[in-house]
């Protein structure tokens, strides 16, 4: 069965500043991995999904993730944070063939001025 | 495009009341899906269905039922509530999620329940 494991609870960073949000992921064979965002009081909205190919993925809003099949990781990065951002961000992991998502615990951002 | 529309947005319950949650998606897709939201502990899978007329049980199922008598509407069933079941609960539907064409799962809004 595929985990997730988003080791980070919070993160607060400063506007401007970079960012990585880190996820782990525990399946045996090529996931599909996905990020999605939740701002307070909404439903989650899908950033960027990695299933085949090129191991660095554009997301929308500036975001973008790499695929390490070695570190089993889908890292979620962006140059620079703006206030916006400040939401929390979801992991998720799929199987080739399979039916369901398996979602991380979050990570909670935090962006001061 | 209304997407993924959940019904009601906000409830109080009384422990030992029932009540339904209703989902209903507009997108033609195959897969729909009940989750709940707890702080610290992301999104579990309660139930999900890969059609009309089929369901079938996610993490955690217990205390709830579902059913999916036609292909856009997905319902959620609370039989007893408990305050344990306060939660914020979400919809989502996918095409076939195992392809490459249908591996996005679309939520809902979202709906906060709280069982005093």
């Known amino acids: 069965a595929q985990s997730v494991t988003q080791p980070d609870i919070h993160i607060t960073v400063s506007e401007g500043a970079s960012l990585e949000l880190r996820c782990n992921y525990s399946?045996?064979?090529?996931?599909?991995l996905f990020w999605y965002v939740q701002s307070p009081g909404q439903g989650l909205q899908l950033l960027l999904k990695?299933?085949?190919?090129?191991?660095l993925v554009q997301g929308i809003k500036g975001f973008e993730a790499e695929f390490k099949r070695s570190q089993s990781s889908f890292n979620l990065r962006k140059p620079s944070v703006h206030w916006s951002d400040a939401a929390e961000y979801f992991c998720?992991?799929?199987?080739?063939?399979?039916?369901?998502?398996?979602f991380g615990a979050g990570t909670i951002l935090r962006v001061k001025s | 495009n209304a997407g993924v529309t959940q019904t009601p947005k906000f409830r109080v319950l009384k422990t030992g009341q029932s009540m339904t949650l209703l989902c209903a998606q507009d997108?033609?897709?195959?897969?729909m899906y009940w989750y709940r939201q707890d702080p610290g502990m992301g999104l579990r899978l309660i139930h999900y269905?890969?059609?009309?007329?089929?369901?079938a049980k996610g993490e955690v199922p217990d205390g709830y039922n579902v059913s999916r008598l036609k292909k856009q509407n997905f319902l959620l069933g609370l039989e007893s509530a408990a305050p344990s079941q306060t939660s914020v609960y979400f919809c989502?539907?996918?095409?076939?999620?195992?392809?490459?064409?249908?591996?996005?799962?679309?939520f809902g809004e979202g709906s906060w329940l709280t069982v005093v």
């Open positions: 990695y299933f085949s190919g090129d191991t």
């Open positions: 269905s890969v059609g009309e007329g089929t369901t």
């Open positions: 998720a992991v799929g199987a080739v063939g399979g039916n369901k998502l398996v």
């Open positions: 989502a539907s996918s095409y076939n999620l195992g392809t490459d064409f249908g591996n996005t799962i679309y």
């Open positions: 997108m033609n897709h195959e897969y």
């Open positions: 399946y045996g064979a090529t996931p599909y």
